[in-house]
């Protein structure tokens, strides 16, 4: 899979989802950069660690935003990013430490998601934010 570009199309217009987004695509890279490079398990495991706490430090922020401005879409929103985190913490971490196919899939997997989540669900709420005054 080529790296995942941070590019104009996926900037919604609010300063802290967009910036959040470039640190959680940012994360998702170096993931894949560990990979490539053929890291130890331990610094393997280690980064993508980091990009998990991030995804989870992401959708809590973002559901703090969208109870800040009473989003009418947040329960539905919010289920969104509970069963993707319980689906991305089912995939076996100790695996891909030791099977890069399975950290390649895992990748995949999230990469696809979050880039059609952001066009889709964050943008409908970054829509909403933005009608409320937020930027
Ligand atoms: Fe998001
Ligand atoms: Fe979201």
Partial sequence: MDKFVFDDSLRLGITLIDEQHGRFIGYINDTWDALERGDSKEEFLHILNQLMDYVVEHFSDEEALMKEFDYPGLAEHRDKHSDTTDELFGFDMKLMGDDPEAA????????????????????????????????
């Fill in 104 to 135: 390649r899939s895992f990748l995949n997997f999230l990469t696809d998601w979050l880039r059609n989540h952001i066009n889709v669900v964050d943008r409908e709420l970054a829509a909403y934010l933005k009608e409320k005054g937020c930027s």
